[in-house]
């Protein structure tokens, strides 16, 4: 049966599990999440010097570790009865077999260079319009050159300072769209575990923190900087689900304000400007003009500072050149209209009037004065009255 040319990541899901039967299907939950966030297409011949060498593949080159934490040592009598036909399964990475290893490895014995392949699709309507918002591929990771400008102490900032960033522009209409985006194509991967030459800078400054000894990517001054994200107790689980909430949910200030006070201590975030820009980012909606646009300044100063390439510049550049701020719709406050407050102000003058003439009358004073009275005291709470909020 000929393989289609192009398949959904459920497809793609079925169509392992259909392979790997006889061993209980796909279980890994991080592996069925990579498969099941792309569309993928056949490609005839995928080089296969781009591929990692797990464990028994070549003995004279260096073994690199599966990032699923699978033991990958292929049994080459199985090997080489193994049909090369068949299209092996490559991530997004383009260099981790998701399936195939003992093609690979057959094909590498026989001194083959190419093999039919299965590859995410980069066509997605998600990645076209983080295409044109120029943030497909991170910026940061191309203009340091592998992060070669960057200690572990910078990661570590940049990757706070990118969070808080991303929460504040979802605060800001003009900035809703892209920061929504933005998330989405952050958390479509997982918690950070594989590394993605094209993910966003957030995902890529997430990974190296959770995987300092990552072979993808060289920081400046590399011993140290290993040590020092080693030393951090960065919990990359949380940090995701916290952004799987803020994709899918609106995210009140005071969660923030509480999650980030965590991940400041997870992070050896000590800088008292950034603690500053935190607890005025977390009560956005509430800020004057003036602070809002220093927060947004002195951010993008400490981008310009740190990593000039990164996602963040472009957005924040446009934000400064605000006249005003407006908060986004699932951020703001809900606000009364003057009907309604009307509305409310005239049911409880009615009602004011009413109850004043009935305690004059039972109480023996004077009528009029007592449902004038009234109608003031009813107008004033009908008018509070229409503009509570419900609880």
């Not at 890994?28 to 010097?49: G, H, M, Q, S, T």
């Not at 990771?141 to 960057?150: D, E, Q, V």
């Not at 956005?284 to 310009?304: D, H, I, M, T």
Request: overall charge positive.
């Amino acid at each position: 049966m000929k393989n289609p040319d192009k398949m959904t990541g459920d497809q793609m899901l079925n169509w392992l599990n259909s392979l790997h039967k006889w061993d209980g299907g796909i279980r890994n939950p991080e592996y069925k999440n990579d498969v099941r966030n792309n569309n993928w297409a056949l490609i005839n011949k995928f080089p296969l010097a781009k591929l990692q060498n797990p464990t028994g593949y070549v003995p004279d080159e260096e073994d690199t570790d599966d990032p699923y934490n699978r033991v990958i040592d292929p049994d080459m009598d199985h090997a080489m009865q193994t049909d090369l036909s068949q299209p092996i399964v490559v991530s997004s990475d383009r260099t981790t077999v998701l399936d195939g290893n003992h093609r690979v490895a057959k094909a590498r014995e026989m001194g083959k260079t190419h093999l039919p392949a299965y590859f995410p699709m980069m066509e997605s309507k998600l990645n076209l319009k983080l295409i044109d918002k120029e943030i497909s591929e991170a910026r940061l990771y191309r203009t340091s050159r592998n992060f070669n400008a960057l200690t572990g102490e910078d990661v570590a900032k940049l990757f706070y300072l990118t969070s808080i960033s991303s929460f504040m522009m979802l605060n800001d209409d003009k900035q809703y769209d892209y920061a929504t985006e933005y998330i989405k194509q952050t958390v479509q991967y997982g918690p950070y575990t594989l590394f993605r030459s094209h993910a966003t800078d957030l995902y890529l400054l997430g990974h190296v923190i959770r995987d300092p000894d990552t072979k993808s990517i060289r920081l400046k001054n590399p011993i140290s900087s290993k040590q020092y994200l080693k030393k951090l107790s960065f919990d990359p689980r949380k940090h995701y689900m916290f952004f799987m909430r803020l994709k899918n949910t609106t995210v009140k200030g005071t969660e923030f304000n509480s999650y980030f006070l965590r991940l400041e201590s997870q992070l050896k975030i000590k800088d008292q400007k950034y603690k500053q820009w935190r607890r005025l980012i977390a009560d956005w909606g509430n800020l004057k003009y003036s602070s809002k646009q220093l927060v947004v300044s002195r951010l993008l100063q400490e981008y310009r500072r740190l990593g000039r390439g990164s996602e963040m510049v472009s957005p924040l550049t446009t934000m400064v050149k605000y006249k005003v701020h407006q908060t986004s719709k699932p951020y703001s406050e809900p606000k009364t209209s003057f009907t309604k407050r009307a509305v409310g102000t005239v049911a409880g003058a009615a009602a004011g009037r009413y109850i004043g003439k009935k305690v004059a009358k039972k109480l023996g004073k004077n009528v009029d004065k007592y449902k004038k009275a009234g109608t003031g005291i009813g107008a004033i709470a009908g008018y509070w009255a229409s503009g509570r909020k419900k609880q």
